[in-house]
């Protein structure tokens, strides 16, 4: 039996602290044990992915809302990216005043302006949003953002007797037929393979039918080095020729994936046990819900350090390091 939820008032139906969607405004907790209880939790690719690495991860994550207030530096560029290839790519944009490479122009250029320091003369910035830089404008120059589509295009999918499949695709085209993942990532080589992109693939598969063909697309930033004695200017001016002169070599690796090619009833399966999962651990104790999210202590690690290491370590959440996110 499904214990009630230990802060339950529902002196306004449903509770005091339900929000809708299926959320909880309570500071610890992020969704609604009640309305999970009746609805089973809707979950993604990211929430699957989380729950088969670590039990408590995804309670933190997912259960509590839990994130950091300092992202890691490679979130930090990864979502920077995410934001410029929204804003060029979206079919929403075409003819608004100032223009996506306009806008996408203001937006590095403040992000480097932020990281020069004014009191010291030599002082030309954070080089990884330079290489940024360099890497879109080879992009725009040579015209590789002048196929547009819907961007950050969400998805809910739903087949009796499966739990609800939830999940946000980087851009689909025409029609819904066509999709582009997009990694701004060192390591291409690891994105190309089916094998390490099956989950999140089966998952766009399965929540959009008509998806017949997905791009993962890998912008690798230059691995060039400034010279001794070279100005800003000119290190940027070289790694962008290099960008234009070897951009499907080196810089914009993209790897086609087929529907066909997918086991996509054996990724519904994994979803609905992961659900059941879910389910089982919130009955055991409504009251003291991350002990049965039980952790696993060789994944603290690898294949990076987890967010939340600071919390399974101490026991306690420190209020500097973490926040509540708000409900997408």
């Known amino acids: ?45 990211s929430a ?49 005043n100032p223009t996506p490479e306009e806008q996408y122009t203001k937006m590095i250029n403040a992000e480097i302006e932020k990281t020069i320091d004014p ?12 290489k940024m830089k360099a890497l879109f404008d080879g992009y725009i120059e040579l015209d590789r953002h002048t196929l547009k589509g819907i961007t950050q295009h969400e998805f ?5 007797e499966y739990p609800k499949l939830h999940g946000y695709i980087d851009l689909t085209l025409r029609e819904d037929k ?9 390591n291409p080589d690891w994105y190309s393979e089916r094998w390490n992109m099956n989950d999140q693939l089966s998952a766009y598969f399965i929540g959009m039918p008509d998806l017949e063909q997905f791009r993962v697309i890998c912008l690798v930033p230059p691995a060039l080095k400034m010279k001794k004695n070279e100005t800003i200017t000119k290190f940027y001016a070289r790694m962008r020729e290099d960008v234009i002169q070897r951009s499907i070599t080196a810089y914009f690796i993209t790897t086609t ?17 992961v659900s059941e999962e879910i389910m089982h651990y919130i009955v055991q104790d ?13 994944a603290c690690y690898s294949p990076y350090e987890c967010d939340f290491i600071h919390i399974c370590r101490s026991g306690v959440m420190p209020e500097n390091l973490y926040k509540k996110r708000l409900p997408r």
């Not at 009191?119 to 330079?130: K, Q």
Request: charged share 25%; with cysteine; net charge neutral.
């Open 286 to 298: 409504p009251i003291k819900l991350a002990d049965p999210f039980y952790q696993n202590l060789s």
């Open 257 to 273: 994936f087929w529907r066909s090619e997918f086991d996509l009833e054996a990724y519904k399966r994994k979803a609905k046990m």
């Open 119 to 130: 009191e010291d003369s030599d002082s030309v910035g954070d080089l990884d949003l330079w």
């Open 178 to 186: 066509f999709g582009d993942e997009f990694k701004y990532t060192n």
């Open 156 to 160: 809910r999918w739903n087949e009796v």
């Open 1 to 45: 039996m499904f214990g009630q939820c230990p802060y339950i008032n529902d002196v306004v139906k449903p509770c005091t602290s339900y929000v809708k969607g299926g959320f909880c405004s309570r500071p610890d907790l992020f969704r609604c044990l009640e309305y999970i209880k009746v609805h089973e939790p809707a979950i993604s690719f």
């Open 48 to 96: 699957i992915k989380d729950f088969t690495q670590c039990h408590r991860k995804y309670w933190y994550a997912w259960g509590q809302g839990i994130e950091l207030i300092e992202k890691s530096r490679a979130l930090r560029l990864g979502s920077m990216a995410d934001q410029i290839l929204s804003c060029l790519h979206d079919s929403r944009n075409v003819g608004l």
